[in-house]
Each structure stands twice: as structure tokens, then as C-alpha cells.
């Protein structure tokens, strides 16, 4: 089983920046793609971005394309997610995750990921 740390979040104006980080410890880390979600209040808990286990393969969601990289150091068992011109309804918790299984195609499904992180705050301000 791993486990998941998220750091990273806070209170941002719109059009700024930040970078989000998840330490994992536990399971083997690189061998498992790695994913951020994020839930706001009163709704479902939704998919942002993933990475293959290598990294060489990313997934974004329509809504952060172009605007949010995910990335990992697999020597260092971390993931990141660098946010960049957020908007205000880009606040949520952002959670960090596992793919269930070893062989990742790149699903956007919540079922298909877990265990998860405590989850860290991001607010932006408009």
C-alpha cells in the first residue's frame, strides 16, 4: 500500500501561479502511473492530470490543458503538479494518487485510482 503527501497549496490571485508536490512512500513508486484530482465543494471529485510511470506520457483534463504540467522524479518518489494561470474556479482540494494497476491507458476515472492522499487546498482569488 502507499502513501501519499500532498504540500503545496494556499492562496493565490488569478493568473498566478503554483506548484504542488506529492511525497510517496510504501508500494513501488515507479512503477505506477500517478494522477491529481481535485474536488470542490458540493461537487464530484474530478480528474486534472496523470502521468505514465516513466512520465514520458502525460493525460490532461480539458479544463487545465495547457495550463498545468504534471510531472514526477521516480529517484525521489514525488509527483508535482505546476499550476499555472489559475483561474478562480480552478479552487478545489487537490488530491494526489495511484493508478490501481501497473498497466495505465490513461483513464480519467476515480475508480481507477487509489489509495489517495489527505488532499491540500488551493484558493483562487478573483
Known amino acids: 500500500q502507499v502513501q501519499l503527501v500532498e504540500s503545496g497549496g494556499g492562496l493565490v490571485q488569478a493568473g498566478g501561479s503554483l506548484r504542488l508536490s506529492c511525497a510517496a512512500s510504501?508500494?513501488?513508486?515507479?512503477?505506477?502511473?500517478m494522477g491529481w484530482f481535485r474536488q470542490a465543494p458540493g461537487k464530484a471529485r474530478e480528474f486534472v492530470a496523470a502521468?505514465?510511470?516513466?512520465?514520458?506520457?502525460?493525460y490532461y483534463a480539458d479544463s487545465v490543458q495547457g495550463r498545468f504540467t504534471i510531472s514526477r522524479d521516480n529517484r525521489k518518489n514525488m509527483v508535482y503538479l505546476q499550476m499555472n494561470s489559475l483561474k478562480s474556479e480552478d479552487t478545489a482540494v487537490y488530491y494526489c494518487?495511484?493508478?490501481?494497476?501497473?498497466?495505465?491507458?490513461?483513464?480519467?476515472?476515480?475508480?481507477?485510482?487509489?489509495?489517495w492522499g489527505q488532499g491540500t487546498q488551493v484558493t483562487v482569488s478573483s
Open positions: 494518487t495511484q493508478a490501481r494497476e501497473s498497466y495505465y491507458s490513461g483513464s480519467s476515472r476515480a475508480r481507477d485510482f487509489g489509495p
Open positions: 510504501g508500494r513501488t513508486f515507479s512503477n505506477y502511473a
Open positions: 502521468s505514465s510511470w516513466s512520465g514520458g506520457v502525460t
